[in-house]
């Protein structure tokens, strides 16, 4: 992890396109600016931890989504060849 000082107004560059502008700090909170293509996503850590949970609990209802209904296609396959 790098580890910088800055002061209000004072910049950090990340690559050529990001860059990352102290716009205040007022006791133990600073407040930041971040310049960055539409491209590149920006989130809270927080934001995005829960966007990430979010996926995965969705690829796992998908994944249960498509195991019920795999057992109810037999299921009704199964049915329909006992007639």
Do not use: W, Y
């Not at 600016?33 to 539409?38: S, Y």
């Not at 498509?66 to 060849?81: D, F, Y």
């Amino acid at each position: 992890m790098l580890i910088l000082s800055r002061k209000i107004d004072e910049k950090i560059k990340i690559g050529e396109e990001i860059t990352i502008t102290i716009i205040d700090v007022h006791g133990d909170q600073v407040k930041i600016g971040v310049e960055a293509p539409k491209n590149v996503k920006v989130f809270r850590q927080e934001v995005f931890n829960a966007i990430q949970s979010e996926n995965k609990a969705a690829v796992v209802d998908g994944k249960e989504g498509e195991s019920q209904r795999a057992i109810s296609a037999v299921s009704a396959l199964s049915k329909l060849l006992k007639k």
